[in-house]
């Protein structure tokens, strides 16, 4: 039951992806930039889903410290590493889209590229501390300190547009007066539905890949672990020959 | 536990941190000269154009304190070994005071640290005079103290680890930018005579929500640990 209703999350998410993707080439160039400004259609529900990931590790982290669900850290290390590769897209497609409309592809001064950047190193960091701890236990006690601490460039990363003189466009769709196409706006709406459906699927796979892994590990070293007295063997009569 | 026993508990472990710290002098002796060399090795690298360096000063004063400073905010010797760790948890020491204790001493290494290279890097760099400059006292404290801050809980998270040496400059480096850039924008900001506020706001924020966060979680940090 549990299979197909993945299964039916991967199958949405492809649909809605292509659908996303359906809309955005249908919706209008944009003035100056022409084209180029459809790459914001994977680019901003990239970073936004990045957020909602981040948010969901801290959550995670939280609950675990809480009530020590061995689910609450899975969900939160799965949400983590599905974060970390929806902050790389972001990065990416913010870089390409850079290199026409800015004329480079990496902009010392932008505030929100460069806190992008270090919050994508931050949770590579949370990343690697996970992969160096072998127990269970400590490794979701550790990784769940590090979560909420890691949480705290997130709002950086949001307010970096507001805080700092940077090239980047300031809050757009979120603003009451939001100075955006009603059908760009609408094709970016979809795409950002399909994206989560993306993070949705991608989350639950890697969360249930990680009962699998910890399932293993707990069996491995149950194999390893030798019974008391399994180490002396019973005397064999057969073996007390004449040589006495 | 009482505010007094509580406050008393994080004097007498920063009181032992700085004591083996005198002892080994892993950060007076061994990290504070590293970092003066730094200071020295960057215009061999960017060139001797004085107008530059004046420029760059500041900034290079900011990058060699928050790379040589995590040094200093996790050393070798602020880290407990399994005996220490084990009287500390039988003398019943608060896991909170432990941390805040460490934090003490190493805020005070750190700015020694900086008393040092700060003048280092006047006589390198020459970058001029910083109108409002005592302003800059406070932004090195602050400083100080967020990396003080960042390195102990950073410390502590990979506490026991064997990456812990590699490891913990990787999750403390990103970590402390948002210092690295506070700090560098209020230098900015100092020169251009503009204010200043909304930089120190950040940098004060920064470090109370992490010394939050680093208080409430040292219970479950330290069983970790065990």
């Known amino acids: ?244 | 536990m009482s505010g007094r026993a509580f406050w008393s508990q994080v004097k007498e472990i920063a009181r032992k941190d700085l004591l083996i710290e005198g002892r080994a002098g892993e950060a007076l002796f061994i990290t504070i000269p590293f970092g003066a060399v730094a200071l020295m090795l960057i215009p061999l690298a960017i060139g001797t154009d004085k107008p530059l360096l004046a420029q760059v000063g500041p900034g290079m004063f900011l990058a060699v304190a928050l790379l040589f400073g995590m040094l200093i905010a996790f050393r070798q010797t602020a880290a407990d070994t399994p005996p220490q760790k084990e009287l500390l948890t039988l003398l019943g020491t608060d896991p909170a005071a432990q941390f805040v204790g460490r934090m003490a001493a190493s805020t005070l290494l750190l700015l020694i640290f900086e008393a040092v290279l700060a003048p280092v890097t006047v006589i390198l760099y020459n970058p001029g005079r910083i109108p409002r400059w005592p302003w800059l006292l406070l932004v090195m404290f602050l400083l100080a103290l967020g990396l003080a801050l960042v390195g102990t809980l950073a410390g502590s998270v990979t506490a026991g680890l064997r990456t812990r040496n590699t490891l913990t400059p990787l999750l403390v480096a990103p970590l402390s930018m948002p210092l690295l850039l506070a700090s560098a924008q209020v230098v900015e900001a100092l020169r251009k005579e503009a204010s200043i506020l909304l930089w120190i706001t950040l940098l004060a924020t920064m470090n109370l929500t992490i010394a939050v966060i680093g208080v409430v979680t040292a219970r479950p940090l330290e069983e970790s640990s065990r």
């Open chain 1, 1 to 244: 039951m549990r299979q197909r209703s993945h299964q039916a999350l991967n199958v949405l998410a492809v649909l809605a992806i292509g659908l996303g993707f359906t809309f955005a080439a249908l919706a209008p160039a944009e003035r100056t930039q022409g084209d180029f400004a459809k790459i914001m259609f994977v680019h901003v529900p990239s970073a936004w889903l990045a957020f909602l990931a981040f948010g969901v590790t801290l959550v995670g982290g939280v609950v675990w410290l809480v009530k020590k669900s061995p689910l609450a850290d899975r969900i939160a290390a799965s949400s983590a590493e599905v974060g970390v590769f929806f902050t790389a897209l972001a990065l990416m497609t913010g870089m390409i889209w850079g290199y026409p409309v800015w004329g480079t592809f990496w902009d010392w001064g932008d505030a929100r590229m460069m806190s992008t950047a270090i919050m994508f190193f931050v949770y590579l960091g949370y990343l690697a501390l996970r992969r160096s701890i072998p127990d269970p236990e400590t490794r979701a006690k550790r990784s769940a300190v590090l979560g909420i601490i890691a949480f705290v460039q997130v709002p950086l990363v949001y307010f970096s547009v507001t805080l700092f003189r940077t090239l980047h466009q300031g809050t757009t769709v979120v603003r009451p007066d939001a100075p955006i196409d009603p059908e760009f706006l609408r094709a970016l709406m979809i795409n950002l539905g399909a994206f989560t459906l993306v993070y949705l699927a991608f989350t639950s796979w890697r969360t249930r890949l990680a009962r699998l892994e910890d399932e293993l590990e707990e069996s491995e070293a149950l194999s390893d672990f030798d019974i008391a007295g399994s180490g002396i063997t019973a005397p064999q009569l057969g073996e007390v020959t004449g040589d006495v």
